[in-house]
């Protein structure tokens, strides 16, 4: 039995990520350390459960180009019902989803009922909650943005401390939790099943009977509200709400699952392509500032880092039709011994 | 020939409603906004957009679009700027400065080609890509700080000189560009390839159009007005560096959709473009007149959501009055 090329593209990832973990376990001896190990695995949260909800609409042939807006109008949100209201952060948590998934069910109708496409609908979706951020960030009495700290207890007790010494962090375990729920959904049931008929074909799923409407609307939900998730946990860990929450995740997102294995196309991968993507992506980048190296070479890394694991997706998908044919071929000339 | 004039009347009515909405909302509110000052402000400002949405409209035409233009446009700028003040800003230091910068520009966009037509990867990723590649490189090339000219040499005189003391000269630049880009689009074969290509990639390539070689001229095209672009806004500015064209592509795909521009390709034309810039240029003044800065991009994002969904329904819509006429007008002949 010979092995699916999804498990080679997936024993790619895997190989990648050991080979960071490699170089940098070589390079720098405190890497193995708990303390070290406990917050890669925070920083990593971050970008891995953005990820895996992305990993939705890019599984059923699209993309969310808004997680970034959604990130920097929810973030500021939930600073602000900290602030102005005093409420608890495990109350401000669950809002957080609920007004994520919000953002992403405005995506949803916009791109199955409306008709647009993905990338032009959440991008110009991408813009408007970006705005909805800049327009609710704080402001003193002369009118300027100012930024207010989370004094919240609650609140910070998701990014602050760990939970026992050189622990893991809760926000790791709340990434941990929504990724395993998110993989039992992706595999256990009729709606992850359908997103990939969608994702290998949109026109067939629709003529089998799939409501291809209600399979894109609750993949976008999904993203949304992991994005929301992420901007309350976000929150949490710097304590406070910059002007600028937000820039830039969705293009790490991208990266993230494009490294980890899930095809631009659709149909293909899983959520944990997108946590071994997001574990790359998140060892590169400290790697970047553990080497001294300056904040510019973080951005043109990652978009080299999308190009080459796009391009190489491309030949890998050639290589991969090719051995199908090949396969195909054999079993033709010798039906008998196929099996 | 008749029916034809009544159909361009008919694309121009919402857009002069458009602008009459604007100037009556600031006759009401704000009377100074009429200065003349205010104008040449507003004239400066559009063509910058005006001169790079030109060159985005070869690319969005074939149905794709270039997210890195901000980007580019900054890089451009500070090549150019950082090799004319190693010459002492003299004429041919300048020069040189931006024939580097150009090529620069067109190699980046040929690259957009390559990957997007022979490696067959998305076109949103593959510029999402080169915008925080290329916004990474501004600081390698400024060395991190702001390069600045002062009055009087060659670059300052490209960027703010005025004709008869009172326009500014970008204008000028917008005009030929939007004139050029005219020209090529409706008087050559090259620009009907491109509108060929935009409508069917298929049907187009069956007609024997060298898909994948105009594709990548058009991603240089958008690429070279970038680097024209910015150089202008830097030049206007008398100084480049990381903040110069800074999510510009924003404000181009705003004059792109606003102008009538069908992002599926295939459909739009240089004046649209031009109205579009006109219009994003006047809302961004009249915000910062106003001084709603703060709301600046939440308008933005409303008018771009807004005006894309109405596009889409109304395009659907008339695709099926169309087909519903065609039954009517084949059911006919049997009664």
Known sequence: MRMKSQSIRRLVAVGLVLALVVIFAVTTPTFFGMRNLSILLKDSAFLGLIACGMAFPMIGGGIDLSVGGIICATGIICV???????????????????IGAAFGLINGIIVAKVGLTEFVATLASGFLFVGLGRALVFKD????????????????????NPLWENGLYLITVVWIVVAVGLYIVMKKTKFGLYTYAIGSNDKAAKMSGVDTTKIKI????????????????????LTSSPAALGDGYEFRAIAACVVGGIMLGGGKGDTINALLGALFMTIILNGIYKFGLDSTYVYIIQGLIILLATAFDSQFAKFAAKRRLKEQRLSDITPASAS | MKKEVLKNFRVWIPRIIAFGAIFVFMAIM??????????????????????????????????????????????????????????????????????????????????????ITTLRIPFFVVTLATKYILYGAIPLITSGTYIYVRGGTPID?????????????????FIVIALVT??????????????????????????????????????????????????????????????????????????????????????????????????????????????????????????????????????????????????????????
Request: glycine fraction near 12%; include cysteine; charge should be positive.
């Open chain 1, 141 to 160: 009495a002369g009118g300027r943005a100012v930024t207010r700290s989370i004094s919240s207890d609650s609140y910070l007790s998701f990014g602050k």
């Open chain 2, 157 to 173: 005189k490209i960027g703010t000189s005025r004709i008869f003391d009172t326009i500014p000269i970008l204008v000028v630049y």
């Open chain 2, 182 to 335: 005219w020209f090529v689009l409706n008087k050559t074969v090259f620009g009907r390839r491109i509108y060929a290509i935009g409508g069917n990639p298929t049907a187009a390539g069956f007609v024997g159009i060298k898909v994948f070689k105009n594709t990548n001229v058009a991603y240089m095209l958008c690429t070279a007005a970038a680097c024209i672009g910015g150089v202008i806004l830097a030049a206007n500015n008398q100084q480049a560096g990381t903040t110069t064209g800074n999510a510009y592509e924003g404000m181009v795909l705003m004059a792109m959709i606003v102008g009538g521009i069908n992002l599926a390709g295939g459909q739009g034309t240089v004046s649209g473009v031009v109205f579009g810039a006109l219009i994003i240029g006047l809302i961004q003044n009249v915000v910062t007149f106003m001084s709603w800065g703060d709301y600046l991009k939440l308008v933005q994002g409303v008018i771009i959501l807004a005006v894309v969904i109405v596009s889409v329904v109304m395009h659907t819509r008339t695709v099926r009055g169309k087909s519903r006429k065609a039954k009517r007008l084949a059911a006919e002949p049997q009664e």
């Open chain 1, 80 to 98: 602000h019902l900290s602030y102005d209201f005093g409420l608890s952060g495990y109350v401000i948590i669950l809002i957080a989803l609920v």
């Open chain 2, 30 to 115: 704000e009377p100074s906004f009429f200065a003349a000052a205010n104008f040449i402000e507003i004239i400066r400002s559009v063509s910058v957009y005006g001169v790079m949405s030109c060159g985005m409209l070869f690319v969005v035409l074939i149905g794709g679009l270039d997210l890195s233009m901000g980007s580019m446009a900054g890089l451009c700028a500070s090549i150019m700027f950082t090799i004319a003040q190693t010459g002492a800003n003299t004429l041919s230091a300048t020069l040189l400065g931006f024939v580097v910068a150009l090529g620069v520009a067109l190699a980046v966009g040929w690259l957009h080609g390559f990957f």
């Open chain 1, 218 to 237: 609750l993949g976008f939900i999904i993203s949304g509200a992991c994005a929301g998730l992420a901007a309350f946990l976000v929150t949490a860990n």
